[in-house]
């Protein structure tokens, strides 16, 4: 099956520039791997929970099994409940100091 740049520089007799493949994203694979590779937000979050506060780590790339082990760590070094759904993580409460100082601690870059 042909590009359909190549079939239109075909009918007009001109060649056209064949775009180069895209670039596969970052391999996903266990978060400490990645530490120092890429930067991850911490923020506070308040829409859509009734006023309640949430701590959101995001912009982590790792397979689930690997987010959910972070998460299990972050969960128990704050004593509270969260989540890790879709490259995010979710602790309830504002854990922002805690968070940030331990993802340090481990390597990570952190804004």
Known sequence: MEDWKAKLGATFNIEMPVAEEAAEPAARGDACQQQGAQVVHVLLDRKGRHGKQATLVTDLLCDGDALAALARELKQLCGVGGSARGGEILIQGDQRDKL????????????
């Open 100 to 111: 940030t100082a331990y993802l340090k601690q481990k390597g990570f870059k952190v804004k």
